[in-house]
Every structure is written in C-alpha cells, then in structure tokens.
C-alpha cells in the first residue's frame, strides 16, 4: 500500500489549492497558467525553426501541440477534472495507476480535479501534460520548452562562475599543505555555494530572470544568519568517516550522490562542489541524478548536464575552461556519472520509492551519502504535507532513508519541518512570505 493512500494517525493532509488564499492555491491559480502561457508563447515564437527543420509538418505539430496546451490551460483555470495521459510512454501506467490511487482517495464522490487534489501532484502533472502535447505531435517531441531560460540562466551568470573556478583553482592549488580545518572550511563554503545557487529557480519566478549576478564566496558571511537549520557538521562528519582506517589520507571509500535541481548557475555550483569533494580526497565518485524530459521549467536533463560542461571547457577565461575540461575528464573516467529514472518526473512522495522504484531505492542504498538538492526534492522528501514545524526532518521522512542523506535548499514552499520551538512564530512575525520568498535555507541532515 502506498503512503498516498494511507490516511494514517499523525500524518497531516497534503497540501492543496482547496485553501483558499494559500501558497498552494495561489500557484494553481496564477503561476501555473502563467508558466503554459509562457510554454505556448515559445513554441509560437519557434515556428518558423519548426518549418525550416521539417516543413508543413513541423506548423502542423506547432499548431496541434498549442491546441492541446491550451485546453489544458482552461481545464486547469476552470478546476475541470484531472485526465489520464494518452502517450503510451514508460511512465504513462504509473501516471494514471497515481489518478486512480487519487480517486480512492477522494472515496469517489467528488472528481480528482486541479483545484482539490495535492497541489505535489497537479504541479507535477501540469508538466507531464506538457510533455504528452509534445510527445503526440512528433516530429517535434523532443523540443525542449524550457531550454531558452536555462542556457539564459547559465550565460548571465558567467561572472560568479569564473569567481568559482577562481576559487577552486586556488584550493586545489594549496591542496597538499592545507590541514584538516582549511578543508573543513572550503567544504562549508562550497557546500553553502551549492545551497544559495538554488535561488536561482525558474519554476518559482514563473520563468522570469533569475541569474546570479553577484559573487557567491562574498555574499556568504551575510547569508549565514538566513541558514534556519544547518547540519553541515553532520554532513562533514559523515563524509569524513568514509576515510578507511589504516589507509593511506587520500584514498577513501566514499561514493556521494546528488540529485540535481535547476540547470544554469544552480548546476555549476553543484559541479564545483563535486570537483571539490573529489579531487580533496573526500570521495571517490560522485552519481548525478537528474530529470529524464523537461522538468518545472528549469530542471537539469541529460542534455543540460553535457551542454554545461562543454559551455564550460569552451569559456574565454583560463579557470573556468580548466575546470570544463577536468570534468569532462572526470565523466570520460567514470568518476562522475549521470542518471535518470522515471520515477524522478512522477507526482510520488519518496517515502513511496522503496517500493514504486526499488531499483531507484537500491541504487541510492549503494551511497554513502546523497545531497537532495532544492524546494521539489523537500516537498517529495516531507509528502508535501501540512506538517507543523516543530517534527523532525526524519519524522516527515516517514521511513525514507536509503543512505545519509541531507537536503539543500532554499524555501520557496510552505513546508518546512525540523525548526526549534518559537522559531516559526518569530520568523512569521517577522516576514510573513518567510517559507515562500527563497530568502531561507536549510541545510537538513538525517541518517538511517
């Protein structure tokens, strides 16, 4: 039986537009038709790219693709019911199995529709739909809707960048002399780097710019109070416990995984972050996790991942082409590896994944640690639900825990466990919008 269907003691319901006035409602009511409204604007704009690549066919597929968008836009704004998909993919059983699994729980009396369903799984739907318009009008399936914000993203962010590799260049430089505390130091930097360049969220801005446009290593000393729960000790602790005893310093035994979020400035900072923790002697391989199609706007897919690093070996500026080139290394040595798995692009809570995708739970079991990065991973981590603040981060995770595992993340979603008693009040007190600006973070850690 999965969680979605276990009205359990203790577990609060999911969140969900049926609150008039929340987070929740807000974003089915107004960033979502706005973001397909944006989708269908640049398949529009595309057309002429579209008939010079395949003709009459390419504006027969542009036009057919917009029609399906837009009345999913209507069903969307007038709370019509939720349709199963029709794309025949690998994950289209799992899709409508997850509508059924909805209607149960909605005991059949009422439709699952967009409005009174989890907001978690309309969201992730709505971009689901968005692939299945592309998907059924080929010879543009493949055409990524998001792909113009993204490599945007990246090239307006070129300055932060090259401080990075800078940086990075200048630690690995000293590697040899730098003693156990330096590196503790570099690793905390370079792990909060990671966890501030997830503000730059394009789902959250509804596609508006959202480049980093300031130096990261700069800003961190004023971004540190902003840091609600930091577990960084812990992460450090457990990173350095995979050294073997009785082995030489520099070889371990450690493999970290990452399970990515934004494409642009958020992926190179978890790239720098990588490159750190291998060439320190920290692990010994680092597994990417990331989206297998186009994904809340900016989400890395395989295509983003490669063009990234190319970009970067390609860069005018002697560090951050190095860096490029070194992790083009890394990937060609299997050092570094990128995945994906469907179950990464469905609407399932994670506490759902031993048993939705065991081969998924497995893979995650083989880390000695995974990073879950950004807002969606915490709402899948948590179920998205409408805990109080107070329950610990393992509580919400509700058996979830194929490794040590820590989410980075700067909030941008009403959900956000794990706080001290008091510290919710003052924080709402303070700043109302405190759990939905992205002006917080977290860094949350819990081992099985």
Not at 86 to 104: A, G, I, K, P
Not at 278 to 284: H, P, T
């Amino acid at each position: 039986m999965m969680a979605a269907d276990q009205i359990l003691l203790g577990v609060p319901p999911s969140l969900s537009a049926k609150v008039v006035g929340s987070f929740a409602y807000l974003t089915v009511r107004d960033r979502l038709p706005t973001i397909l409204t944006k989708v269908i604007d640049t398949i529009h704009r595309n057309k002429n790219k579209f008939f010079e690549d395949y003709g009459e066919e390419g504006i027969q597929a542009e036009k057919q693709t917009i029609s399906l968008l837009s009345k999913m836009r209507n069903e969307l704004q007038t709370d019509k019911p939720v349709l199963a998909l029709t794309d025949c993919l690998q994950d289209t059983e799992s899709w409508n199995q997850y509508l059924q699994r909805q209607q149960r729980l909605h005991g059949g009396e009422e439709s699952v529709s967009w409005f009174k369903s989890p907001w978690l799984y309309v969201e992730c739907y709505m971009y689901r739909r968005i692939q299945e318009a592309l998907w059924l009008n080929p010879p543009i399936s493949d055409y990524d809707v998001f792909n113009e914000g993204k490599t945007q993203s990246f090239f307006e962010s070129q300055q932060a960048v090259m401080v990075l590799c800078t940086y990075l260049e200048g630690v690995k430089k000293n590697m040899e002399e730098i003693s156990k505390n330096q590196l503790f130091e570099h690793f905390n930097k370079l792990l909060q780097v990671s966890l501030w360049g997830n503000k730059c969220d394009l789902s959250i801005s509804a596609g508006q710019d959202n480049s980093q446009k300031t130096s990261p290593i700069d800003s961190l000393d004023s971004l540190q109070p902003l840091i609600l729960v930091d577990d960084s000790n812990m992460v450090w602790s457990t990173l350095t416990s995979m050294q073997r005893p009785g082995q030489p310093e520099k070889i371990t035994a450690g493999r970290v995984d990452i399970v990515l979020d934004n494409a642009g400035f958020e992926l190179v900072t978890d790239l720098i972050l990588a490159d750190f923790l291998v060439s320190s002697g920290l692990v010994r391989e680092v597994h990417f996790h990331g989206k297998s199609f186009p994904w809340f706007v900016s989400d890395v897919t395989a295509c983003d991942f490669q063009w990234t690093i190319r970009q970067t070996m390609a860069a005018n500026h002697k560090w951050m082409s190095k860096s490029g080139v070194q992790w083009q290394r890394y990937v060609k040595e299997g050092v570094w590896s990128y995945h994906d798995n469907p179950f990464w692009t469905l609407p399932h809570e994670f506490c759902d994944m031993a048993t939705d995708a065991p081969d998924l739970y497995a893979t995650l079991k083989a880390a000695d640690l995974v990073l879950f990065k950004g807002d969606l991973n915490y709402r899948k981590l948590t179920g998205d639900r409408d805990w109080d603040h107070t329950v610990s981060f393992d509580t919400a995770l509700r058996g979830f825990g194929p490794a040590p595992l820590c989410s980075l993340r700067t909030l941008k979603a009403n959900v956000q466990v794990g706080l001290q008693p008091g510290q919710a009040e003052k924080l709402t007190s303070q700043n109302p919008d405190w759990m939905t600006s992205g002006k917080y973070a977290v860094i949350q850690f819990c081992s099985p």
